[in-house]
């Protein structure tokens, strides 16, 4: 049983090392940049109030294929939700999430999935969106992927198919990205999991 517990708190240990190692994030403040680094809890988890990110990405129904052929095996008469149309070509792809939830548990964090394309002669716009309840550690671990991966460097020029906002608090990041597994497993989830958000 010891063993266990020394796995654990080395474990615990390590992982506060590294986020508070990676957590220096530039933040736009007034119109300024300022490196400011995120206090971090004694289990490792960034401290913040305020959480939202968008994630603009195009070729949707490529990046989340897989998700479309799950969605399509869960089968109407086990799910009351009408699964989202596999068939459709989704061009592209948005996903918000906010950490709290409006009106919500601060413990928690709201995706919503909005996919979109442009159709017929008349490029008429047609779009589906779903939403889903996460747990707000999910949102700590992606601040640290995002992070260690370099999107909050100044100097980082990472070049990539997305666009990524982020907003932490009062500070504020808006950059070119590359397309972000962690985060299109959140839009997977959520395009699977999700409930219609109209």
């Known amino acids: ?3 266990i517990e020394t796995e654990i708190s080395t474990a615990l240990t390590r ?4 986020v508070t190692a990676s957590l220096t994030a530039v933040l ?6 300022s490196v400011q680094k995120l206090e971090v809890t004694q289990t490792g988890a960034p401290k913040f109030e305020r959480f939202q990110a968008e994630y603009h990405f195009k070729r949707a129904d490529q990046l989340l294929g897989r998700s479309f052929a799950e969605a399509s095996d869960i089968g109407v008469e086990a799910q009351t939700v009408q699964p989202v149309a596999a068939e459709s ?5 948005r996903l918000n999430i906010e950490c709290p939830p409006p009106r919500g548990d601060a413990s928690l964090a709201l995706l919503t999935l909005t996919l979109s394309d442009r159709r017929g002669p008349a490029a008429l716009l047609y779009s589906d969106a779903r ?9 700590d671990l992606l601040i640290a992927s995002l992070a260690n991966d370099g999107y909050f ?8 198919g997305s666009q990524l906002a982020v907003q932490i608090d009062r500070g504020k ?6 397309h972000d597994e962690r985060l299109l497993d959140l839009a ?3 395009l699977v999991d999700g409930m219609p958000a109209w």
């Open 1 to 3: 049983m010891a063993g």
């Open 15 to 18: 992982r506060k090392l590294l």
């Open 28 to 33: 736009v403040v007034s119109g300024c940049q």
């Open 89 to 93: 070509s989704w061009s592209e792809a």
């Open 131 to 139: 939403q889903l309840t996460i747990q707000r550690a999910d949102v």
């Open 153 to 160: 460097d100044e100097d980082s020029e990472i070049v990539g």
């Open 173 to 178: 990041v808006d950059r070119e990205w590359v």
């Open 188 to 190: 997977r989830q959520t």
